[in-house]
């Protein structure tokens, strides 16, 4: 296929600014895409994380006020492994510490619908062409575009809400195609009407079938409405999300652009996450050398102040602690985990209730339960190694990348049946054991008694080492690399910019 021009609009990118699976996504999708030989450039906010870590970045263009309510700002160059970069400097909106989107105390920042707005129309700009650029850039006196951003995408790839407002200004022949990623259709990005005005979009988007909802200014609507193409995932999540129980109030109007919507799932950096050469680890180890894995077990042990077991599997937990993740469950089973008898390690942070429970859970339980509050990832490669299985029964799941690291790292994880989840763990059963697809332990429905008997079958195969071994190596086999997802991606941008001419 020929070489295409694809700008990536996206609020996070890990390792500098990362909430959840988007940062990962944006860090080795692009990645991918630049490594088969395509023309990428990541468009994100110059947040302080991302000015500090690139501190030579050099000045692209002045943009002045492109609306009533957004203020002037400027676009960065600069690169990471190769992999340009695009960033949106306007400090009045982005230089903020902490969570992108969170107030020191843990609110939505009042103005994201002008912070992510503006960003959402300079990726529209980009995707404009040479004419809008010079255009709206232009304006200013003793302001040249620099020749470096003399450059149309053919494609624009937007990610959740906080770049989907962007078709909204895409709608010309002139345009470049686009393609909306929903990475979780909970977060929508509705805000006041005001905002048609403040964003400069014209009287006539305010329809149904433009960025109306409701009565509000939806960014995640306005883009399932208006992109090219749409795209979520995982393909199991892009059939749930057509559902009224997980479309979020949606599904409609994804049933009604079903012809457009696809499933691609997730992949794994699989350079950064592999158990023979990751440094976080006390020892590598490979699917032919899983013993070196009971090293990790132990230091695992020691580092979380655990038990130094060896008679009783270990369970793991990385997440954010909220009921979509199931969480609630394993709190409710926590004091019958320790008389399976099996351990318990958890890192997190989320909802402050979750929180306070899994400590006191810890505090009555210790040497068999342990909790970390926050996020250290280091200590989550660990834990990957260290566990003997890992605690994944979300409630709903786009796509996760924790129980593929699972199975990367050995560790066959616990999972609903639900998103992603459902598209990469095999449940043990005599007929995967035997065609060696087994690598988990799959659950139905989202109740402590479902979770009870999964946890009750890992810890019977866990004492079977040839059947665990097995399992273990089934999982270890499977690749998620993200050379294949981008694969799907290419061939979804040349779908988009043929329905787009």
Known sequence: ???????????????????????????????????????????????????????????????????????????????????????LDCPALFDRPGNPYLDPLGHDWADNGIRFGLLSRVAALLGQGDSALDSALGSLPNSPLNPALDWRPDVVHLNDWQTALAPAWLQDRGCAASIVTVHNIAFQGNFGASHLHALGLPAHAWRFDGVEFHGQLSFLKAGLQLATLISTVSPTYAREIQDEAFGYGLAPLLRHRADALRGILNGVDNALWNPATDPALAAPYAANRLAAKRENKRALQSEMGLDAAVDRPLFGIISRLTEQKGLDLVLTLGEGITHLPAQLAILGSGDKTMEAGFRQLAERHPGQIAFKHGFDEALAHRIEAGADSFLMPSRFEPCGLNQMYSLRYGTPPIVRATGGLADTVVDVSAATLADKTANGFVIDEATPHALWLALERATRCWHDRKLWQGIQQNGMRRDFSWAHAAEQYIALYHDAIAAHH
């Open 1 to 87: 296929m020929s070489r295409l021009a694809i700008l990536f609009a996206t609020a996070e990118m890990a390792p500098w600014v990362k909430t959840g699976g988007l940062g990962d996504v944006a860090a080795a999708l692009p990645a991918a895409l630049h490594r088969a030989g395509h023309d990428v450039r990541v468009l994100i906010p110059a947040y302080p994380a991302m000015l500090k870590a690139f501190p030579q970045a050099t000045r692209l263009a002045e943009i002045p006020p492109l609306a009533p309510g957004l203020p002037a700002a400027r676009l960065l160059a600069s690169e990471s492994d190769g992999l340009p970069l695009i960033l």
